[in-house]
T-cell receptor, first 114, second 114 residues
Framework: NAGVTQTPKFQVLKTGQSMTLQCAQD?????MYWYRQDPGMGLRLIYYSASEGTTDKGEVPNGYNVSRLNKREFSLRLESAAPSQTSVYFC?????????????FGAGTRLSVL | GQQLNQSPQSMFIQEGEDVSMNCTSSSIFNTWLWYKQDPGEGPVLLIA?????ELTSNGRLTAQFGITRKDSFLNISASIPSDVGIYFCAGQDAGGTSYGKLTFGQGTILTVHP
């Protein structure tokens, strides 16, 4: 079972470059999420997609855009990367509503912006 | 926004010792989750708690959902070297338009000396 797959695993960008982080899940989940993880700050929600065709801002959306391409795929785009976006990015998915549905995470993308 | 305070930030223990960590929140959650993150990987769910006062075990791990719904505790008994990692608590808003968004604690870094 692949679960949640993120690509690439590592990326180095120069300030001002753009890139797209890819995420795909094979669990037929409705909801998908993008987080960033910084030392001492836990994981913070960037954007989420409650279902195919919808996206909403999370806690730290500035500098990012997302696309829910289909039910499986949810991409995160940095249009003009900044050093402050150096972080580890995690994608997660969840079946849908209901208290007992939980999020499953990918292995992460480690991004450095120079 | 919601905030979770997780403590301690780090722990250095000897193999065989018991470990306790906790999270407190400024607001109420419907669900408390405990995740573990190994180096280079995404968070993996350890225990999910769905009801105030609930006490749940998973092997050597035991977690409790606080009566006030604003706190949770995780205990690890008889620690072993593979318990090393970062432990995160997370509160989940399961209902309404929240779509299962998670608020994470800052993490507890656990080191186990053989």
């Amino acid at each position: 079972n692949a679960g949640v797959t993120q690509t690439p695993k590592f990326q180095v960008l120069k300030t001002g470059q753009s890139m797209t982080l890819q995420c795909a899940q094979d669990m037929n989940h409705n909801s998908m999420y993008w987080y960033r993880q910084d030392p001492g700050m836990g994981l913070r929600l960037i954007y989420y997609s409650a279902s195919e065709g919808t996206t909403d801002k999370g806690e730290v959306p500035n500098g990012y855009n997302v696309s829910r391409l289909n039910k499986r795929e949810f991409s995160l785009r940095l249009e003009s990367a900044a050093p402050s976006q150096t972080s580890v990015y995690f994608c997660a998915s969840r079946t849908g509503g209901g208290a007992k549905n939980i999020q499953y995470f990918g292995a992460g993308t480690r991004l450095s912006v120079l | 926004g919601q905030q979770l305070n997780q403590s301690p930030q780090s722990m250095f223990i000897q193999e065989g010792e018991d470990v306790s960590m906790n999270c407190t929140s400024s607001s109420i959650f419907n669900t408390w989750l405990w995740y573990k993150q190994d180096p280079g990987e995404g968070p993996v769910l350890l225990i999910a708690l769905y009801k105030a006062g609930e006490l749940t075990s998973n092997g050597r791990l035991t977690a409790q959902f606080g009566i006030t719904r604003k706190d949770s505790f995780l205990n690890i008994s008889a620690s072993i070297p593979s318990d090393v990692g970062i432990y995160f608590c997370a509160g989940q808003d399961a209902g309404g338009t929240s779509y299962g968004k998670l608020t994470f604690g800052q993490g507890t870094i656990l080191t186990v000396h053989p």
